[in-house]
């Protein structure tokens, strides 16, 4: 009976593990979102001259992108929504339709 339950202790305590591992890697990093979000302002002024603002950050936790972090930003005259990234390789910062 001691071996059961010292089984069953054992799995429990590997699957609150896993559980809470899973929910530290799914939240964003604050800092990390200030700095995406900087880093699109910054964008902006230089390439935009303020026609666009950021309106969020997208973090992506699964690796479905070629970035950690972007600035979701919309232009303001034609209401184009686009991605301001740095890619994980080369830290230069790019520019994607954000419905890709």
């Known amino acids: 009976m001691k071996a059961i339950l010292w089984i069953l202790g054992s799995i429990g305590t590997i699957v609150i593990a896993i559980i809470l591992l899973f929910i ?26 303020g026609q666009a603002e950021v309106y969020d950050v997208l973090y992506d936790n699964m690796g479905n992108h070629e970035f950690d972090y972007a600035a979701k930003v919309t232009h303001k005259k034609t209401g184009v929504r686009f991605l301001i990234y740095e890619t994980r390789d080369s830290q230069v910062p790019c520019e994607v339709p954000a419905g890709r």
């Open 24 to 49: 530290y890697e799914m939240t964003p990093n604050a800092s990390m979102e200030t700095k995406a979000k900087e880093m699109g302002e910054d964008y902006i002024q230089k390439h935009f001259g």
